[in-house]
């Protein structure tokens, strides 16, 4: 397709996919070819049908997302020249100022698109999608699918592993129960992932948003909740980024950030909370290569991550005994004897 294997690049770094940036003929400039990787978990809901055609339909309404091309009938991305934002400043690390700024204003542009006016096909069935400022339900669907499609999922082959951390069934029940009770607000566009690796700056200080896949439509606090758990800004930062995400989306809708005071720490429990499903299934996975022995070596850094994503949501999710790290290294241990010798015996 490019005509010179030699200037492929790639397979380029990614969880979900495997990704080359190649040049088409025509002069078109560089493209994104993905794949995606047939070993890759996937734990998040996706609504949208194709992201290229989201990306299309958010042409001339959200600044900075990558054009989509048409190479051979095939739409392709156009690939974003820079680098990461994560690759300048890495979690935990202060945002400057302009990139910041970018960030609020990309909040802002999103708050004015809603289903109505986003026609790009949708994977999810109208059944399953709250109505407009149902905030709660919307929570409830995010509750129910890591209930269903992670806990319920893996709970056969993790669910000895989960015992040991005191997870169980119960769990869900008190998740719900510390989570909902949320404000109405007008539901709009999500991006749903935005993180530091998802953002790139361009030569000229542009910041562009890239990774579209988890967008949906809802509540529009949640996306900045989860921007916020992903990001790790530093405190100080942290509260200028709510009181100009509270200024931006209330002056273009208001009621965008109705109950924000009261309504952010519920959500922020939710995505602690859904970390820890996440979190056990990747980190024994990350222990245990395919026909290979357990990476014992990595099993005290595996512990220390569980820990502290265990002790974040012990509350939301009724945990009176949090494992210290040698128990649980002593039950990923343990799990992963027992899934080399299952899938020996398989």
């Not at 699918?145 to 015992?163: H, K, P």
């Not at 405190?235 to 009181?243: S, T």
Request: with cysteine.
């Amino acid at each position: 397709m490019s005509g010179d294997s030699s200037a492929v690049r790639g397979p380029l770094k990614g969880y979900h996919h495997e990704t080359y940036v190649l040049s088409p003929p025509g002069g078109i400039g560089r493209v994104k070819l993905r794949s995606p990787r047939a070993t890759a978990e996937w734990f998040d809901r996706r609504c949208f049908a194709s992201e290229e055609e989201l990306l299309r339909g958010l042409r001339g309404r959200v600044e900075q997302v990558p054009e989509v091309v048409d190479v051979e009938g095939l739409g392709m991305q156009r690939f974003i020249e820079g680098r990461t934002l994560g690759a300048h400043w890495w979690w935990g690390r202060r945002v400057p100022e302009p990139v910041l700024a970018q960030i609020v204003r990309l909040f802002g542009q999103l708050v004015p698109i809603t289903a109505e006016t986003l026609h790009v096909d949708r994977r999810c069935s109208p059944l399953d999608a709250p109505d407009d400022e149902d905030t709660d339900g919307f929570l409830e669907r995010l509750v129910a699918f890591a209930e269903e499609q992670v806990w319920g999922r893996y709970r056969d082959r993790f669910g000895t592993l989960f015992g040991e951390l005191g997870v169980d069934d119960e769990s869900f029940a008190h998740l719900r129960k510390n989570v909902l009770g949320l404000a109405p607000r007008p539901f709009c566009l999500l991006h749903a992932d935005l993180h530091r690796e998802n953002f790139v700056i361009d030569p000229r200080g542009r910041l562009w948003t890239i990774d579209w896949e988890l967008a949906m439509v809802g509540d529009p606090l949640y996306d900045l909740a989860t921007h916020l758990y992903l990001m790790r800004y530093p405190a100080g930062q942290r509260d200028r980024v709510i009181a100009d995400w509270r200024d931006t989306v209330e002056a273009v809708r208001p009621g965008s950030a109705r109950g924000l005071d009261h309504d952010l720490g519920l959500l922020l429990d939710f995505k602690r909370a859904q970390s820890v499903y996440t979190d056990v299934v990747r980190v024994a996975l990350s222990l245990r290569d395919r026909g290979a022995a357990p990476r014992w070596p990595s099993l005290p850094r595996a512990a220390g991550r569980l820990h502290r994503a265990l002790a974040a949501a012990a509350v939301p999710m009724g945990l009176t005994d949090v494992p210290e790290p040698q128990r649980i290294g002593d039950a990923l241990a343990r799990w992963c004897r027992a899934d080399a010798a299952g899938r020996a015996g398989a």
